[in-house]
């Protein structure tokens, strides 16, 4: 009777043991293990709007629609952008048309400095003659030959500075030309932009924008999902972190359908947002006055890239879906080095 009791006690010693072994490391694997349930699918959303002003004339897609890059999303009424090419192509043709204009006062203004020379040497050769005549000829004569000279002298200079002007108004046409065609290549990339394009490859998401809707400049009208950018963030205790590093093997198993996919570590985040002590007014430190004793884990968000291409066909992966990840890690590593105070980085 004695051995019976003593054999019920060993089971049950043996039980309890075996228990509380196995609940201790399955204490210490929910604790350590590079695991968690917080993983959740995310991908880039970009946040299309038009980049001039005006209403909505066409939508040329649905919502949930996959659109590839250059597929036009919606067009802003052309109309007004129209006009404004044709008013810009008008003043570039005038500006073209007084370039041409001072180019041909140019040349007049050259022709009539030559002239004006060409008669200036003229009366300069007679006064110097009459000159040289002495007294054969009056005084008075000699004098209102070189009088005649310097007159001619002063009319050349003029023609001259007439060249100068026209050459200034030359460069200013040109100026004004080259103004007229940046002005008209601005609207025709306004007229261009009329029509809004995928920047991406995507899907379309949450489609809210109308015909008839007014489309402001940099407002965003629609969002679409580059269908190239998924990938998962796991947020993970910070007691796990130690066994985490850049490069790691994950398994990611997706709660819709427990669709299984292979991924990589590819960053892991040095900061979250601490709530107990946020910045004081002063940009001081606001310290909590309380303290409580009960800790919980942290969670820092782990980016993980992954290979969607073993997705089953017609499986709809989205940006928010939840999943499980289960970090492999990639052989052996050194311990993380701890840098004492003395220590240089």
């Known amino acids: 009777m004695k051995n019976l009791s ?17 609940g201790h490391a399955l204490w210490k694997h929910y604790l350590y293990a590079p695991w968690t349930r917080d993983g ?3 991908a880039d959303v970009i946040r299309v709007a038009p980049d001039v002003s005006g209403l909505v004339d066409a939508v040329r897609v649905r919502d949930n629609q996959f659109v590839h890059r250059g597929d036009v ?15 810009a192509e008008a003043n570039l ?80 046409a040109t100026a004004a030309m080259e103004q007229a065609q940046v002005a008209l290549d601005r609207a025709r990339l306004d007229l261009a932009r009329t029509e809004v394009r995928a920047p ?10 109308r015909v008839g809707d007014y489309a402001a400049t940099g407002n965003p ?12 963030y796991g947020y993970f205790e910070e007691t796990k972190l130690p066994h985490l590093h850049v490069g790691d093997p994950v398994d990611v198993r997706l709660m819709a359908g427990g669709v299984h996919l292979e991924g990589t570590i590819t960053g892991i985040a040095r900061g979250i947002t601490d709530r107990d002590n946020p910045a004081g007014a002063d940009l001081l430190a606001d310290v909590n006055p309380t303290f409580n004793w009960v800790r919980l884990a942290q969670r820092v968000p782990v980016r993980v890239a992954i290979d969607t291409r073993g997705l089953p066909e017609g499986m709809v992966l989205a940006a928010g879906m939840t999943a499980t990840i289960e970090v492999r890690p990639s052989g052996d590593r050194k311990p993380p080095h701890v840098v004492a105070a003395h220590d240089t980085p």
């Open 200 to 209: 991406v490859d995507g899907y379309v998401t949450n489609l809210i924008v």
């Open 6 to 22: 003593l054999l019920r006690f060993l089971i049950t010693a043996a039980v309890v043991i075996v228990a509380a072994v196995l």
């Open 221 to 232: 009208l629609l969002a679409l999902v580059d269908s190239h950018s998924f990938y998962v």
């Open 93 to 172: 043709a005038a500006a073209e048309a007084a370039a041409r204009a001072a180019g041909a006062n140019i040349d007049a203004a050259r022709a009539s400095a030559k002239a004006r020379q060409a008669q200036y040497r003229m009366y300069a050769e007679q006064a110097e003659r009459r000159q040289r005549m002495g007294d054969v000829i009056s005084r008075e004569a000699r004098s209102d030959a070189a009088a005649t000279a310097s007159a001619a002298r002063a009319s050349w200079q003029q023609a001259r500075a007439g060249g100068s002007q026209a050459h200034a108004a030359r460069e200013q």
């Open 40 to 42: 959740r699918v995310r």
């Open 73 to 87: 999303l919606f067009v802003v009424d052309r109309a007004r952008f129209r006009n404004a090419v044709a008013q």
